[in-house]
């Protein structure tokens, strides 16, 4: 009985604390960068456009050093892109064309036709239609990315239902577990003789150290993660609900993505608990075995 609720309690909370483990290091490696990825993008693409417009209207065009800012955003943009298409599962193949063509049209209109108002004219509200349109634009489509990355995030953090009902199985297991090892102590101790079994002491201590740090563990991991995905919640917000000035909305964004980074760093404990909680759990079912097999041999099997 005791080796059986060993297995199970060992088994139960073995998957659970893996579970978890896996969820903060996909949000972490993964999902996060994702998110942060496509809200920056979507910043420098319409900075790369306003910066455009401000050497416009202040006859700058041509100045020396006047246009670092704009191609400097516009190649943050594509870098953005390029960071994040290992991480995520979405298409990106329509966004890059795009961003493509936009930065294709703002060079053009700010640099090739710099004399030429017209034409020059003509390529700015070409980049911008590009930039803006509703539904085919680049910033309508990133939206649209930006839900769909959002939605996966929020599910990769999320404890479901099944997880869950593990964590009980696991708690409720290891509490059956002590009970029946603190009994075991008992009858050995007051109705055969027997002094205090180490093994079974050893077996009852790590079980009740199992059944709480692994717990508290996770919590905190949870409220971590739990944090992460509000933190990439308003990341999304700040990137979509862009004022006057996009420079702010990237100062926010890469002020709350360090926060999301801190979050997200209580993967690489929870990863130790899990790989200590492995060997806890090893333990766990080898030390009662061990104690009842040896007193078993002491008392019984030497007398045959």
């Known amino acids: 009985m005791l080796v059986l609720l060993a297995t199970v309690a060992a088994s139960a909370l073995f998957l659970s604390c893996r579970q978890v483990q896996r969820n903060a290091d996909a949000l972490a490696a993964r999902e996060a960068p994702a998110v942060q990825g496509l809200a920056a993008t979507r910043l420098a693409a319409l900075r790369a456009d306003q910066e455009v417009h401000v050497l416009v209207a202040g006859n700058l065009i041509g100045v020396a050093g006047s246009g670092e800012t704009y191609r400097s955003q516009l190649s943050a943009a594509d870098q953005g892109l390029s960071r994040i298409a290992d991480r995520t599962d979405q298409d990106l193949g329509t966004v890059k064309g795009l961003l493509a063509t936009y930065t294709d049209s703002l060079t053009l209109g700010a640099s090739l036709y710099r004399d030429q108002p017209l034409m020059r004219e003509q390529k700015l509200q070409e980049a911008h239609s590009l930039l ?75 079980t009740v150290l199992l059944a709480v740090v692994p717990l508290m563990t996770v919590s905190a991991t949870e409220d971590g993660l739990t944090r992460a995905v509000g933190g990439l919640r308003q990341i999304t917000e700040v990137s979509r609900r862009v004022g006057p000035e996009p420079a702010d909305a990237q100062k926010r964004v890469t002020k709350r993505s360090e926060d999301v980074r801190e979050d997200t760093d209580d993967g690489a404990w929870a990863d130790r608990v899990y790989r200590a909680t492995l060997t806890g759990s090893l333990l766990a079912v080898a030390l009662p075995a061990l104690g009842l097999g040896l007193r078993l041999d002491k008392d019984y099997w030497r007398r045959l």
Do not use: I, K
Not at 137 to 151: C, E, H, K, N, T
């Open 132 to 206: 803006t349109r509703e539904g085919v634009g680049l910033v309508p489509r990133l939206d649209a990315l930006q839900r769909v990355q959002l939605r996966h995030a929020e599910a990769t953090a999320a404890m479901g239902g099944v997880q869950r009902g593990v964590w009980w199985l696991a708690e409720c297991a290891l509490a059956a577990l002590a009970s029946t090892l603190l009994s075991a102590l008992f009858v050995l101790r007051d109705r055969c003789g027997r002094d205090w079994n180490a093994y079974l002491l050893a077996a009852f201590a790590l």
